[in-house]
């Protein structure tokens, strides 16, 4: 089920939009005051501050970078996380498309059901700052048919940059949501990204 819910939306707008390379992501951790950590991703080049008491997982094969939460107790049916992750279009065709221009075909992909997100709906979408940049919110609420009890909410951000776009992703069951959303809005407010040559 974690795989499920950490890959949603990977699966359903970013890798529509990008096509990425090399399956490594060479990654490091620099510890920082008040039990955190700064995660850095050398290869895709971005980072953000995670809290060290939140479990790290990362699938070379899916180019998936997750954090999650601790367990509350040994009955917690889910582990709420958070996962990054960026993407280089390779296609001609995208690599003209402003971050305008993506931003509407994730509003309109979202609205209209496409993709991975059977048993979601969309909750809404803002435009926020992402890395000091204008980027897209997305929140949608439902069930995975892997866990029918739980109803589970996420969020993305997306930021797009010329050919390479950034999302970040929580996801939570409902109930949790709020309790978890200070550690995840610290990782978004502190993600930042180098733009490859």
């Known amino acids: 089920m974690k795989k499920l819910l950490t890959v949603i939306v990977f699966t359903l707008f970013l890798f529509l939009l990008t096509a990425c390379g090399e399956k490594t992501t060479p990654s490091e951790f620099i510890k920082q005051e008040n ?14 501050i995670m809290p060290a008491t939140w479990e790290y997982m990362e699938n070379a094969e899916l180019d998936q970078i997750s954090f999650l939460s601790r367990k509350e107790n040994a009955n917690d049916p889910f582990q709420e996380n958070f996962y990054a992750g960026c993407g280089t279009s390779t296609s001609p065709t995208k690599k003209n498309i402003t971050a305008e221009e993506v931003y509407q ?18 909750l809404g979408y803002e435009y926020v700052t992402l890395a000091n940049e204008k980027a897209l919110k997305l929140s949608f609420r439902g069930t995975s048919e892997n866990a029918p009890d739980l109803d589970i909410t996420f969020t993305q951000w997306y930021l797009s940059k010329g050919t390479t776009n950034y999302m970040c992703q929580y996801t939570a069951q409902t109930e949790n949501y709020d309790k978890y959303l200070p550690v995840i809005d610290e990782a978004v407010a502190s993600f930042s990204y180098i733009m490859a040559e």
């Open 105 to 122: 075909m994730l509003i309109e992909k979202a609205e209209n059901g496409g993709g991975d997100t059977e048993g979601f709906s969309l």
């Open 35 to 48: 039990e955190q950590v700064l995660y850095v991703n050398n290869e895709k080049g971005f980072s953000f």
